[in-house]
C-alpha cells in the first residue's frame, strides 16, 4: 500500500499533487533544483530533496537522482507530474525496476504513445480517423519532397517523440522543405534528444478538441468529457474550457466511444487524454497525452471526479467506484493560463476566490521567478451553469487576481475573453494571430 509518494516535479502541478496526497492521508516528498529551494511545494510536502543545480538535465531531468531521493526517504512510489520525465518510457521502467511504483501507464504503453509515428498506426488500427501524414520517419529531403507531394502543402513537421507544441515546423512550399527538414530535426534532437521527425498534412484553422479518460488496465474506461484547447499561441495553450462550444452531441459519443476503444486496446492504466484536430466536421486524431494534463481541472470540474487521486488509487491497485459508468457531466468549465513574461520577486500575490473560483498555483509574496523553467504562474478556473456565465465569473477573478513585482499575460487573457469572436465561440487555433494583426494583444 502507498504511504508515501515523491512527485518528480516542480510549481504549480507539484503543489496541486502534494494537496492531494494530502488530503488522502498519504505522505510526501518535494524535489527542487538549487534555484527553486524556496519553491512552495517544498515548504508544502513533509520532506524536500535538493536533486541538482538550476539545468534541468542535472535536476528535474536527471533520473538518477530522482530515483535515488524516493529510495532514501523510503517512498513506495513516484508521481512524475506534468513535462519533464512524464511521458518518458525509459524512466517509468528505472522507477519499476527499483522496486518503487510509478503513478502513470506502464513504461511500454507509454513508449508505444511516445512514439507518435507508432501512435498514429496504432489509432488508425482502433478505427480512429488520422490526419494524412508519412508511415514512417523522414530523414532525407528526397523523402520529404516525395511525401510532401503525396499528402499535398501546406504540411507539417513534427518531432516523433516529442509533444508540448515543440519541435514543429509548417511548410508551405517546397522550396521551404529542405531547411525545415533541417530546422525540425534540430530541434527534435534538441528538446527530446531524439532527430526523427515525420510529416503530417497541416489543417489550416482547426479546433484543438481533447478528451479526458480514466482507465483501470482491465477494461474499464470511463469519459470524462472533452475539452477544447483552441486558444494557443505558437501551439502553447491558454485558455481551455469544457465542454467545446462547437462538440455537438453526436460528434461527443462518436469521440467517446472510439476513445474508450482505443484504451481498452492498450489495456491503459491512469488518467490520459487523446488530442483531435476538427475541421470541415471532419475530426482528425493527432495524439494520446500518456499523463495527467496541465487543463486537467476543467475535467475535475464538470465531471467532480479528482484525476489525481484517482490516479494514485489505481495505481496502487485499489477498486474505483467511479470507475463502473461515466459521470453526469455538469456545467461550464473554463481555465486561463496565467504566464510570467518577465522574471524577480512576486511583491504583491492575491489570488482569486468565491463561489466557483479556483486558482492553482505555486505563488507567494516574496517568491522569485527564475529564468531557468517553465512561465507558468497560475491557473484560474471557474465553474459555473453556463460557458456566458463562466466568462462572466472568470472577468471577476481577474479583476481580483493581482501578481506584482513581474509582468504577466493577464490583460492578453482579458482581451481574448473580450473578444467578439471567443464570446460567440466562432475562433479556431489562430485565434491569438487574428487578435495580434488587429493590434488588440
Known amino acids: 500500500m502507498i504511504t508515501k509518494v515523491l512527485v ?43 536533486i ?37 518510457g525509459t524512466f517509468a521502467d528505472r522507477v519499476c525496476q527499483a522496486g518503487l511504483i510509478f503513478i502513470g501507464p506502464d513504461p511500454t504503453t507509454i513508449n508505444l504513445l511516445g512514439n507518435k509515428i507508432e501512435a498514429r498506426k496504432k489509432a488508425k488500427a482502433t478505427g480512429l480517423d488520422i490526419t494524412p501524414g508519412s508511415e514512417c520517419a523522414v ?30 515546423r509548417i511548410i508551405r512550399k517546397e522550396e521551404e522543405l529542405a531547411e525545415g527538414l533541417g530546422i525540425a ?27 479526458q ?27 481551455e474550457e469544457s465542454p467545446s462550444p462547437v462538440v455537438s452531441r453526436d460528434l461527443r459519443t462518436r469521440l467517446r466511444k472510439a476513445s474508450v476503444n482505443l484504451f481498452r486496446t492498450l489495456a491503459y492504466k491512469g488518467a490520459g487524454t487523446i488530442e483531435f484536430l476538427i475541421q470541415d ?44 459508468e461515466d459521470p453526469p457531466l455538469q456545467g461550464h468549465a473554463l481555465e486561463v493560463r496565467i504566464n510570467a513574461l518577465s522574471c524577480g520577486k512576486v511583491t504583491k500575490f492575491i489570488p482569486p476566490i468565491g463561489c466557483g473560483i479556483r486558482c492553482d498555483s505555486h505563488l507567494y509574496e516574496g517568491y522569485t521567478v527564475s529564468p531557468f523553467y517553465d512561465a507558468l504562474l497560475a491557473k484560474i478556473i471557474v465553474h459555473t451553469d453556463s460557458r456566458e456565465e463562466s466568462i462572466r465569473t472568470m472577468h471577476e477573478a481577474l479583476d481580483e487576481l493581482d501578481i506584482q513585482g513581474i509582468h504577466t499575460n493577464k490583460e492578453a487573457v482579458r482581451t481574448i475573453l473580450d473578444s467578439e469572436q471567443f464570446s460567440s465561440g466562432k475562433f479556431a487555433t489562430d485565434l491569438y494571430d487574428i487578435l495580434e494583426k488587429e493590434g488588440k494583444l
Open 213 to 239: 479518460l480514466l482507465s483501470d488496465g482491465n477494461g474499464n474506461v470511463i469519459f470524462l468529457g472533452e475539452r477544447d484547447c483552441s486558444v494557443q499561441k505558437n501551439h502553447q495553450k491558454i485558455i
Open 52 to 88: 541538482g543545480d538550476k539545468d534541468c538535465e542535472s535536476s528535474y531531468l536527471n533520473m538518477q537522482n530522482i530515483i535515488a531521493a524516493a529510495l532514501y526517504t523510503h517512498c513506495q512510489a513516484i508521481h512524475p507530474g506534468v513535462g519533464f520525465l512524464s511521458e518518458n
Open 139 to 168: 530523414k532525407t529531403i528526397e523523402e520529404a519532397k516525395k511525401t510532401a507531394k503525396d499528402i499535398g502543402y501546406p504540411i507539417i513537421l513534427k518531432a516523433s517523440l516529442g509533444g508540448g507544441g515543440k519541435g514543429m
Open 185 to 211: 530535426q534540430k530541434e527534435a534532437k534538441l528538446f527530446f534528444g531524439d532527430s526523427t521527425v515525420h510529416m503530417e498534412a497541416y489543417l489550416e484553422h482547426p479546433r484543438h478538441i481533447e478528451v
Open 281 to 324: 466536421h471532419n475530426c482528425c486524431f493527432m495524439e494520446v497525452n500518456a499523463r495527467i494534463q496541465v487543463e486537467h481541472t476543467v475535467s475535475e470540474a464538470v465531471s467532480g471526479i479528482d484525476l489525481v487521486k484517482q490516479m494514485v488509487l489505481i495505481s496502487d491497485g485499489i477498486p474505483s467506484r467511479c470507475l463502473g
Open 8 to 50: 518528480a516535479n516542480r510549481g504549480e502541478i507539484a503543489v496541486r499533487i502534494i494537496r492531494c496526497l494530502k488530503m488522502m492521508g498519504i505522505g510526501s516528498v518535494a524535489v527542487f533544483s538549487r534555484p527553486d529551494a524556496d519553491g512552495l511545494w517544498t515548504k508544502m510536502a513533509d520532506e524536500a530533496i535538493c
